[in-house]
């Protein structure tokens, strides 16, 4: 059974840092596209990071130079690297996957292309 889980919101103020992780079962997560996608309340969900099987990644403009998605495949670990967050960064993080393919009808940032979603962490940041 494949599995995501989220780990490591928490409330930061604004500045700060925070780093949250997503632990993948049931992958071999080197063959997988994965992403990092936010909602906030009364939002519509919106995508954070992506990156590929070959590290090659995308960022939403919001997010660039602050934020740094990485992936450890040897763990089947997925993270976010938050730096410099603001309190428009509160959200619900969930992180999402779907196996590599070439062909695609939706771009990395797009949560129509992801199969596979975690149930989320909160990430709070205060002014």
């Known amino acids: 059974q494949v599995q995501l889980v989220e780990s490591g919101g928490g409330s930061v103020q604004a500045g700060g840092s925070l780093r949250v992780s997503c632990a993948a079962s049931?992958?071999?997560?080197?063959?997988?596209?994965m992403a990092w996608f936010r909602q906030a309340p009364a939002r519509e969900r919106a995508g954070v990071a992506a990156?590929?099987?070959?590290?090659?990644?995308v960022y939403a403009d919001s997010v660039k130079g602050r934020f740094t998605i990485s992936r450890d495949n040897t763990k089947n670990l997925l993270y976010l690297q938050m730096n410099s967050l603001k309190p428009e960064d509160t959200a619900t993080y969930y992180c999402a996957a779907r196996l590599y393919v070439r062909l695609r009808a939706f771009p990395p940032l797009d949560g129509r292309f992801y199969n596979d979603w975690g149930q989320g962490t909160q990430v709070t940041v205060s002014s």
């Open positions: 990156i590929e099987p070959d590290g090659a990644t």
């Open positions: 049931g992958y071999t997560l080197s063959t997988y596209s």
